[in-house]
């Protein structure tokens, strides 16, 4: 007779609750590039949610998102691309309901990591300040935006021109603040994780993405020919990760 873990028996036919999957996109994006994840995910019959990141700093970024979380009842998968890694390693610290953390080429912050020091931890980024346009916000502050002439190679790799070319018009900067904020106690110490390695990525090295799936002690790596848009380029093998990640939790 199967039994629960409280030591009831477990019904007969019940089906299992899949967690709700939350997608966070980072700078320079927005939710829109998770479209072939979703597609997949809602098709496999995944609750998911794809809120927007508001890119205004570290912790009002990761303050939201942890609002967000509040709102969702049973176990969550947590996803963050970029520096939407970041910000999901904030944002459930403390909510139990978070049952993984899947990045996919996204930061995995220790605490005090800032973006910008990470980024540069091995050679291999091409996002200088050089690539970046930045223009001044009524609060003083200066959004940070990919320059066009770059945008592709080190952004978008893998994708056509005019798929590349619509994406750098549509992208959401970041706010610069965001490069030198450190971060808080990670939830991957206690909350296990899984890492999407996109080989290619001119803008986060896979050998930092690498560095930081090992020091987070992942159940799971896995390795793609991609650049950083890897949720775009290789939806099949993200949302892949990402059942696997549900089915674990």
Do not use: C
């Amino acid at each position: 007779m199967a039994v629960a873990a409280s030591g009831t028996p477990a019904a007969a036919g019940r089906p299992k609750v899949k967690p709700t999957i939350v997608l966070v996109h980072g700078a320079f994006a927005d939710a829109a590039g998770w479209s072939g994840v979703l597609k997949r995910l809602i098709r496999a019959g995944y609750p998911v949610l794809a809120p927007a990141n508001p890119l205004r700093g570290v912790a009002s970024d990761s303050a939201y998102l942890a609002s967000v979380l509040k709102t969702i009842s049973g176990p969550i998968v947590l996803v963050g691309h970029s520096y939407g890694g970041f910000v999901i390693t904030n944002a459930a610290t403390g909510n139990p309901n978070v049952k993984a953390l899947v990045y996919v080429a996204a930061f995995a912050p220790d605490a005090g990591d800032d973006v910008y020091h990470l980024q540069v931890r091995f050679p291999g980024t091409e996002l200088g300040l050089e690539a970046l346009d930045f223009r001044e916000t009524p609060g003083g502050g200066h959004d940070g935006y990919v320059k066009r002439e770059v945008f592709q190679r080190v952004f978008a790799g893998d994708l056509s021109a005019s798929e590349a070319d619509l994406l750098w018009a549509t992208q959401r900067p970041g706010d610069s603040s965001t490069l030198q904020t450190p971060s808080g106690e990670p939830a991957w110490r206690t909350i296990p994780s899984f890492f999407l390695v996109a080989r290619d990525d001119r803008l986060i090295p896979a050998a930092v993405q690498r560095f930081m799936a090992e020091r987070a002690g992942a159940v799971r790596t896995v390795e793609v020919r991609s650049s950083h848009v890897a949720m775009i380029s290789q939806p099949k093998a993200v949302a892949d990760l990402i059942e696997r990640a549900a089915a674990r939790s």
